[in-house]
């Protein structure tokens, strides 16, 4: 069958940019500089990008998908500065999963363009000729157009993988969508994802180095983490994300590999026993070489399960912190007055489970009070182990004048690598005390001046008789005010109580109100745009009766349509606090202004739902 599509697809291959090698190495956050995420698979129907200035685009995965399917619809903003996104939640034929951003910076003949794509993941929700119709935007007085689509869809799903080549297979093996512009040749990716622990039996309480390595031959510009990172029966330290990684090549079988470390946690086993660390999913954002739009593909990898042997301790180490540690203790002052009070520091320093050290006190004894201890940990992340430091200063007050000693005091943990309980002992401590112990009794907050002797300091008495000085408390200028302002009190007291709080208060109208005003003063504390979604669903929960186990979409759905609330404000709302669930485990945020915009769009859209509810 003769190929009539060749001429085209070579031309636009010819005006694609190379793309080769991790630029800056990989970025594992997904920082929406570096990760472009308008993915395009097999049979995308891209729009022309206008090469000139300021140009606003559409495209789509595919023309024909199946109910079940998810069609990808990306908008490219060309070289127009900090684009907002566009909100495509008045769509009533599909439905708006998930959004993504990516920008993007070309050099072509020494001219820059930045290029910026939200892809739109729609799931349709009835079969049939659908149309998407175009999107304007405004930008500097000038409105851009996109252009309109219509997609067919079916029953079922469509849009599947191609099969696998018919070569056998290795371990990393997996057949992608196949690229219209190399001769329909179906793309091999090869990555894969590992989960790797230090040791496979450990003791309770000993720190072990989960990490997560991604073996590839492709490029990948963005790995983000699906699962939860909380694994039963550990107490877990995940290490900071880099924003780049330097990856290592390892020989697998005969084929070289690129190696990425994207994820490192030290786990501390609470538990004894065989104990599992079940898979993690990630998804990586797969360049795509085929894709005129130089997008990335997703791809969803997991790590296999791991399984580790616990034992307890040996009896000698019972409630020792295990790991390897230094220890010290000293105090910065030679001589003190014996109404002072000195503070010892102490160092523990180590890898290990910092944070549950507790430090070893000094003894109390018949010339030194000690009393509770400050404490403070910090932790560093080396390369390959947890690191940490525990200071605590302690105070003492001396009983005492006189050469006050200190005794040592000691600190002892368990080494696991040398299989013994190692004890740290800090040298003895030495202070010249002096002065004398002021007693209780004797202590005043008045100045010596002011002590008077009896007997000399009422002479002026025994001259004649007293005469009466004193007035009556209720014949005083502020007695009237002061009984006058009580009364108030008390009556405006009876006012709320009798009539505000029984009667006012309790109405439907100002309880709406009220339930609106806090829900509003919640959002305008927001700083993120995770924080929408428990916003709303605390007001649907106060506003409806809906307990916390029953605020779902469709549940919140479902009662504004019976309230009488259009299907448009609906969606629009329900978008929104989609996008905050979404936010959560995403690691690509949206910018203050971009939130701020979603705010003012949410108060504007409570309100008039608020309104329709009373």
Not at 145 to 155: G, H
Not at 507 to 519: G, P, T, Y
Request: aromatic fraction near 8%; charge should be positive; hydrophobic fraction near 40%.
């Amino acid at each position: 069958m003769k190929r009539t599509g060749r001429p085209l697809c070579l031309l636009l291959l010819l005006l694609a940019p190379a793309q080769a090698g991790l630029r800056g190495g990989m970025d594992p956050g997904g920082a929406a500089a570096s990760v472009t995420a308008g993915v395009l698979p097999q049979g995308a129907v891209p729009a022309d990008e206008d090469r000139s200035p300021a140009s606003v685009t559409a495209g789509i995965s595919a023309d024909k998908i199946g109910l079940e399917d998810t069609l990808v619809y990306t908008m490219s903003f060309r070289d127009i500065d900090n684009p907002s996104q566009p909100d495509l939640s008045h769509l009533d034929d599909f439905r708006v999963l998930q959004t993504s951003r990516s920008t993007e910076f070309q050099l072509r003949n020494g001219a820059g363009t930045s290029v910026t794509r939200f892809a739109y993941y729609l799931m349709p929700t009835r079969t049939g000729r659908l149309d998407l119709p175009a999107v304007r935007y405004l930008h500097q007085g000038r409105e851009y157009r996109t252009q309109a689509f219509v997609i067919e869809v079916v029953q079922g799903r469509l849009l599947a993988g191609a099969s696998p080549r018919p070569a056998p297979p290795s371990f990393f093996d997996d057949d992608f969508f196949s690229s219209p512009f190399r001769d329909r040749q179906p793309q091999k990716v090869d990555s894969t994802l590992r989960a790797v622990l230090s040791k496979t039996t450990c003791l309770r309480g000993e720190p072990l180095l989960f990490r997560v390595l991604l073996y590839t031959r492709d490029r990948i510009e963005a790995v983000n983490m699906l699962s939860g990172a909380s694994f039963a029966g550990f107490w877990q330290e995940w290490f900071p994300v880099p924003r780049s990684i330097t990856p290592r090549s390892e020989n697998v079988n005969g084929v070289a590999y690129q190696v990425y470390e994207v994820r490192k946690a030290t786990l501390f086993a609470s538990e004894t026993g065989t104990l599992s660390i079940p898979a993690l999913e990630f998804e990586l954002q797969l360049a795509d070489p085929a894709s005129p739009f130089f997008g990335t593909q997703p791809l969803r990898r997991s790590t296999q399960e791991v399984r580790v042997t616990v034992n307890d301790p040996p009896p000698a180490a019972a409630g020792l912190p295990i790991g390897r540690f230094s220890f010290s203790l000293d105090c910065p002052r030679e001589k003190a007055d014996i109404n002072e009070i000195v503070t010892l520091r102490m160092e523990i320093r180590g890898s290990g489970n910092v944070k549950a050290l507790i430090p070893p006190l000094p003894p109390q004894s018949a010339q030194v009070q000690v009393y509770p201890p400050k404490v403070t940990h910090e932790t560093s992340f080396s390369p390959s182990a947890l690191a940490g430091t525990l200071r605590a200063d302690i105070p003492v007050a001396f009983k005492t004048a006189g050469v006050v000693e200190i005794p040592p005091v000691e600190f002892r943990y368990y080494d696991p690598a040398r299989g013994a309980v190692v004890g740290l002992r800090s040298e003895p401590l030495q202070i010249t005390v002096s002065g004398e112990k002021t007693s209780v009794a004797s202590a005043s907050t008045l100045p010596g001046s002011a002590i008077v002797r009896r007997g000399e300091d009422i002479d002026f008495i025994k001259v004649g008789p007293l005469r009466d000085r004193s007035r009556p408390l209720h014949r005083r200028p502020w007695y009237a005010a002061l009984v006058t302002l009580l009364f108030a009190a008390n009556l405006l007291v009876l006012l709320k109580t009798a009539v505000w709080d029984r009667h006012v208060a309790a109405s439907r109208l100002v309880k709406n109100r009220r339930i609106l005003a806090l829900a509003l003063g919640r959002l305008a504390r927001v700083r993120s745009g995770e924080e929408i979604a428990p916003t709303l669903e605390r007001y649907f929960q106060e506003k409806s009766g809906l307990g916390p186990a029953e605020t779902s979409d469709e549940r919140i759905a479902a009662w504004l349509r019976r309230k009488g609330i259009e299907r448009e404000r609906i969606d629009k709302l329900l978008f929104l606090k989609g996008q905050s669930d979404l936010a959560r485990f995403s690691q690509l945020k949206k910018s203050a202004l971009e939130l701020q915009r979603d705010l003012g769009d949410l108060r504007k859209l409570l309100k008039e739902i608020d309104g329709k509810l009373k």
